[in-house]
Structures are given as C-alpha cells and as structure tokens.
C-alpha cells in the first residue's frame, strides 16, 4: 500500500513538472521570436516541442535504464557508453530538425557557416540536453539508491536470521548431549536420583523446545532455566565439587536472546577438575542484571595434567557468533586462564 502511494506521488510529481514546462510554450511566448523562429508563425511551438521531447527521451533514457541498470549496480563503462551514445543520437536528430526547419521556411535572411549553425542553434541545445541528461540522473538515482540499501538491509538481516537459526539448531543438540552424559554417569550411581534428574532434565527441555521459540523472552524465565540447570548439575557432582552461585534480576520486564547464556554454564561444569578434595573442584557463577546491564561471571577450576585445549568447546563459539549478531556493540565478552581457573566475564548493555 505504501509502495503504491508512493508510486503515485512520483507520477503526480513528473506530470506537474513536464506540465509546467509545456505551459511556457503557450502561455509565456506570446509575441517571441528567437532566430527566426517566432510565435507568428508557429515554428517555435514547433520548435518547442521536438525540443521538450528530445529533452524528455534523455531524461527519461537515464531514469528508466542507464541508472537503474547499469550505474546504481557499477557498470560504469555501460553506463557513461548508453549515454553517449543515446545523447549523441537524440542530439543529432534534434540538430537535423533544427536544420530542416531553417532552410525549409527561410528562417534566415543569409545562409550561413556550419559553425555559425553550430553556436546559433545545436550548442544551446546541447546546453540544455546535457541539463536534462543530468536531471534524469539526479532524479533516479536517489530512488535506487536508497532501494539497493533497503534491499542489502534486508538480505543482510534474512542471512543473521538464518544464521542464528542455524547456530540455535547447533545449541540444542549440544545441551542434549551434556545432559545425557550427565544422567548417564547418576543411574550407576543412585537410580532414584536419576530419575529426579531426568523429569527435571524433560522440563528444561519443554522450555528449549517450546518457550525459547522467539528472538526474545522475559530475562527472568532465562534465569530460572539456569538455575535449574545448575541444580541438575549440583545433583549429578553430589559433594565432589564446590559451587556457589547467585542469580538475580532488578527489571522483571526486562528481555534477553534465550540460551544465550547456558553454554557459559555448561562448559563450567563439563570441564570442571575431578581433584580428590572437593574443595578444590570449584564453580563460581555470578548473574546479575542491574540499571540496564546484565553482568555474568562464571569461574571453575580445571585439571592441569590433561590436554585444555577444548575448555571453550563448540558453545562457546556459537555464544561468540550469536553474541555478536545480536547483540552488536552491547557486549564485552572476556575468557582466560588464570593457573587452573578457567574465568568467563560477560556484560551486555540493554537499550
């Protein structure tokens, strides 16, 4: 419907402004003669006329086609070559009018040179086709620019669209993965105790399959996903680890990209040291969201002796990719190793 609107007002805008120029042939050159040609006898209407038409074909030769499909996708040497080519054909007829005309009505009482007919009749028309040739040019361009934009705009956020899909798609087969091989390690343990885990473990799988469907959800359901996770994994370590963790949120209104957070979590807990003193088997996670901004800083100790190279491990990448495609300069993300603390420090900035 806008498109249409809009469509309708360019019409309206080129019909008054060609209108205009038509209007001075027959209400401003009463009495006006211009080298021979005068209003008496009807040659500078006619003039006039193939004169607005060769400016009109020019005009319109830039706006339909030289800019729309050649200049505005960078085929300059296309562009600059249509033009030339189609200026000096429009001239050239328009110089053989001028010309006919002249000699066919007597228009001049002496013959004269070709470069007296050149300064006297095809350099001012040449003045004003190189007018209207630009006119053309700054007309359209503006229109497909800003058209070629909108597109790029939209192809740009189809392809983040696709891609955070796509990364999410990854995220989910991940968190099964972490969560079986957690409950698998509890049935040889305590049975009982798996079963609990795993009608837990169902409920945070109901809300990845049907409660973070959308771009955005309440920050507090996110969070109390989180804990739950967290409870699962305290569960499934018993007394072998040392977690402490505190969770909270100022604005209950506040929202956030789902499981965005959680392969942060993960990772503390799959990676974790499996020391004999459970004192020195430790998780840190801190979670606050405050004035706007929501801080999160995860730590958890890891073993020395074995290879460290997969701490980060897969989520943590797709974290960083969707960090960045949804959250573009609202976030700092710092990960490290401190001795054998592995520290993940996240702030994300909410407009």
């Not at 805008?13 to 050159?29: E, K, P, Q, Y």
């Not at 050649?70 to 010309?99: A, R």
């Not at 609990?196 to 469907?213: D, I, K, M, P, V």
């Not at 999160?296 to 701490?311: G, W």
Request: charged share 20%; hydrophobic share 40%.
């Amino acid at each position: 419907m806008i498109k249409k609107t809009l469509q309708s007002w360019i019409f309206i805008a080129h019909l008054i402004f060609w209108s205009a120029h038509w209007s001075l042939a027959f209400l401003g050159f009463e009495n006006l003669s211009w080298n021979g040609f005068s209003t008496e006898n009807n040659l500078l209407y006619i003039a006039f006329t193939y004169g607005i038409l060769s400016n009109m074909l020019l005009f319109y030769w830039q706006y339909f086609f030289t800019v729309p499909y050649f200049f505005i996708k960078n085929e300059v040497s296309k562009f600059l070559l249509s033009t030339i080519l189609f200026f000096i054909f429009v001239s050239s007829i328009e110089g053989y009018l001028n010309y006919h005309y002249t000699v066919t009505n007597n228009v001049l009482d002496e013959p004269f040179t070709f470069f007296e007919f050149f300064v006297i009749w095809l350099f001012p028309d040449f003045i004003f086709n190189v007018f209207y040739t630009f006119l053309g040019f700054l007309f359209r361009f503006p229109l497909e620019y800003f058209k070629s934009e909108k597109m790029k705009h939209e192809l740009l956020k189809e392809t983040h669209n696709s891609e955070l899909k796509y990364l999410k798609a990854q995220l989910n087969p991940h968190f099964l993965f972490n969560g079986i091989n957690s409950i698998y390690h509890l049935i040889g343990k305590n049975s009982t105790l798996a079963k609990n885990t795993l009608l837990q473990f169902s409920n945070l799988l109901r809300y990845q399959l049907y409660e973070s469907g959308t771009q955005k959800i309440a920050l507090k359901k996110e969070l109390d996903y989180i804990s739950q996770y967290i409870e699962i994994e305290k569960i499934r370590k018993g007394g072998d680890i040392t977690l402490k963790y505190d969770i909270s949120n100022e604005n209950k209104q506040q929202q956030i990209a789902p499981l965005l957070l959680i392969p942060f979590i993960e990772n503390a807990f799959k990676h974790l040291s499996d020391y004999d003193d459970p004192e020195e088997n430790t998780v840190s996670i801190l979670i606050k969201e405050v004035e706007g901004a929501l801080i999160c800083k995860i730590e958890n100790t890891f073993d020395t002796l074995e290879n460290t190279k997969s701490v980060g491990g897969i989520g943590l990448k797709n974290v960083q990719r969707r960090l960045a495609l949804l959250y573009p300069d609202q976030y700092s993300l710092q990960s490290f190793k401190d001795g054998n603390i592995y520290k993940v420090s996240l702030k994300i900035y909410f407009k």
